[in-house]
């Protein structure tokens, strides 16, 4: 590459990298972005991480003894280095083998996570392209972020689990009250799927408390809420806020201050719940007290807040986190209903959102133009799980489940191809998923970096970053569409997916399917233009591609006018139908109760979760865990970075421990502590934090999994990777999502021999 610099984009914001002799010496922050992320700073340490995977590798006993060969070894067996072209054919012949042999179905296409913010090259688009030319595999639907709000929102309101919902200019200027159930914090508004030209939320968070709106936060952990919002903080137990909102319900009720004519106009099952919400139904009236005696929030404040809602232009926040609980649907589906009975739905500053703070764009004023996307095309097998149901499915095939009104069958996996994902960060109970990663037959992997998932791997295939390729970062949610320009020329013996899966379609007699005879920069202005003639139709016109590419971005103009969600529906119901069975919101859903679900009836309801700090476990295990998004990278991207490794304490992950939780047991800021339960056992660095409440731990995600015995399940984890203790199992039988955010677990002082920390170098068996 030529010396220079060039314009760029990461999931962390867009950047401008110079490069001196081939090798990438500065990044700059893109110049319209006015509060770029500090993350942007670690991008050099991604590019040229001892942690880079040099040329394909696989497993040796794999490799002496072929599929199926002591799977028991992955992650502790040694890896053999081999050339591109054994690579390619080793993958082509198991392909092969295992389509001839089972049937496409019996491939797990198991790409899930953010990989790249670039458009073209993104790993999980090109797997399952890749896949579904070859006639198909089993997929992965919704998310791990979003999987309850996925599944229960189309039943509810008629809509997907992002929105869009209604922006912060529009709040700004109209609402007085914002409560947020999980906070609205500004460490996740620092990343954007397909990237971020500019990080908008920081822009007008200040403004909304410059105008006067009071912030309410419902979290157990202060700081979840920008500072500077000056919040009063509701130190709520952690999956309580369900409780707290129906008792805010019960006083509107009492005090006759809901919304009968919005409820009789826009919405169906009003009465239904309401016999719940006054104890018709079960003779446990949902008060305030009762409210408080789940949530430890007094009766008195949950009433005032109620008056207070009832009074303002209220707009009601629901985090990600919430759903990501047992039974986490019930968080947004009363998120809904306690806005509909304030009856202002529809109106600028006014009704709900489901996920304020939990990503840069959401919030953003509202463009209504679809980016720059790569089609998948068709799985001609229509064979899929619901995303975080990986382990059940590896560990049970043919086994039935129940999701979202239909019962299906785990298929009987015996290949898994995973490109741009990390399974041992994502996934829960990570010694149940070592189990079960041992029941497939061979696991190819894509991976520029030596991560945990390629440690448990058989074949590994070095990958490029983003940085070494051409690309385009755009999001629906902001204005900026950046050129990303390719920087370095691949380090090592890396590829980029494109040019692999080109080669094992070659190999399989399927390149011009799978290529469309077009290469990196064809595909990347065929992208465009589509893009570009979309927008047209709006009226709308952009530059040609080359104009696009020498300048580095394309500014799209803010609107002119703010967006309310649901405003259209509010004025006029009949032509607005919501895409509901009754056009309407549903307070009661007709569908979901002939569902027959004990874990989620049809109407939002207060369902106890297996572990929270209210349920006997508690007295073995005390404090609940809050497994968060860490501030100094994302999931567990960069963990590897000096950022990241600032964060650490004796070189673990950071736990902030309440002083009084952290007093009873003689732990102070930098002890290395023991964190555990009855899944297993992880180490951290303590500290002592009072913005914590008490009884409530805080370990974000994102330390790579560093077991004491590699490929061991029930080994101590010496890193502090939260999901060694998080349970596997669905939020219900409707959305089968994750509940990582019901977790009990004990804290001690770790005594013994301090083991090291390895899993940031290479493998010792390479």
Known sequence: MKNGTRMH????????????????????????????????????????????????????????????????????????????????????????????????????????????????????????????????????????????????????????????????????????????????????????????????????????????????????????????????????????????????AHTLVKNRLHNRAFLNKYCVGFDKFSSYLMGHTDNVPKTAEWAAKISEIPAPKIRALAIEMANKNTVLGCAYALQRADHGEQAYWMTITLAAMLGRIGLPGNGFGCGYGSMNGYGNPHLNLPAPTMSIGDNPTKSYIPVARIADMLLNPGARYDFNGTQRKYPHVRLVYWCGGNPFHHH???????????????????????????????????????????????S????????????????????????????IADGLGLRNNFTEGRNEQDWIKKIYDIACQKAAKQ????????????????????????????ADFRSNPSKFKRKTPSGKIEIFSETIDSFGYDDCPGHPTWLEPTEWLGSKLAEEFPLHMVSNQPRSRLHAQLDYSKI?????????????????????????????????????????????????????????????????????????????????????RGTSKLAQGPTAHSTLVQVEKFVGTMPSVTVLKRPAGV
């Open 539 to 566: 009226g709308i016109t952009f530059p040609n591609f080359d104009d696009f590419w020498s300048r580095g971005f394309l500014e799209i103009p803010a609107p002119d006018r703010p967006f309310v969600a649901m």
């Open 644 to 728: 990241s490794q600032a964060t650490k304490i004796t070189g673990r992950e950071p736990v902030r421990i309440n002083p009084e939780d952290a007093a009873s047991r003689a732990i102070q800021t930098g002890d290395v502590v023991k964190v555990f339960n009855n899944r297993g056992a992880i180490l951290a660095g303590a500290l002592i934090c009072a913005s914590i409440r008490p009884s409530v731990i805080e370990l974000s995600t994102g330390a790579w999994y560093d077991p004491l015995v590699p490929g061991q399940p029930g080994t101590l984890e010496v890193h502090g990777n939260p999901n060694v203790l998080t349970p596997d």
């Open 9 to 248: 984009s990461s999931h962390w914001g867009a950047f401008q990298g110079t490069t001196q002799d081939g090798k990438l010496v500065d990044v700059q922050p893109f110049c319209k972005d006015e509060y770029p992320s500090p993350i942007i700073g670690s991008i050099k340490d991604a590019l040229y991480s001892e942690c880079r995977i040099h040329q394909p590798m696989v497993r040796k006993s794999w490799f002496d003894n072929g599929y199926g060969a002591n799977t028991e070894k992955r992650g502790a067996d040694p890896f053999i280095a081999i050339e591109w072209d054994q690579a390619i054919n080793l993958v082509v012949a198991e392909l092969s083998r295992v389509q001839k042999c089972h049937g496409n179905e019996a491939i797990f296409g198991g790409s899930y996570g953010w990989s790249s913010a670039g458009r073209f090259h993104h790993a999980k688009t090109q797997l399952k392209r890749f896949l579904n030319v070859f006639g198909g595999f089993t997929d992965q639907v919704h998310s791990y972020s979003n999987a309850a709000g996925h599944a229960i929102l189309p039943h509810v309101v008629g809509q997907g689990g992002y929105g869009p919902f209604s922006s912060w200019d529009g709040i700004a200027q109209h609402c007085e009250l914002f409560v947020a159930f999980g906070g609205v914090g500004l460490k996740n508004t620092q990343v954007e799927p397909g990237g971020a030209g500019e990080h908008a939320t920081h822009k007008w968070l200040p403004m909304l408390r410059k105008n006067g709106v009071r912030f309410v936060s419902v979290t157990p952990c202060q700081d979840d809420t920008a500072d500077y919002l000056k919040a009063e903080w509701w130190p709520a137990r952690p999956n309580s806020d369900v409780a707290i909102m129906l008792g805010l």
């Open 428 to 474: 829960q109970d990570l010694n149940r998923l070592l189990q079960a990663w041992r029941k497939p037959e061979t696991i190819i992997v894509h991976e520029p970096w030596w991560t945990s998932t390629a440690r448990h791997a058989d074949i590994i295939l070095p990958a490029t970053s983003t940085m070494e390729r051409n690309d385009i970062g755009a």
């Open 476 to 503: 629906g949610r902001d204005r900026f569409w950046i050129a990303m320009q390719k920087l370095v020329e691949p380090l090592h013996q890396a590829r980029n997916d494109f040019d692999i899966f080109s080669d």
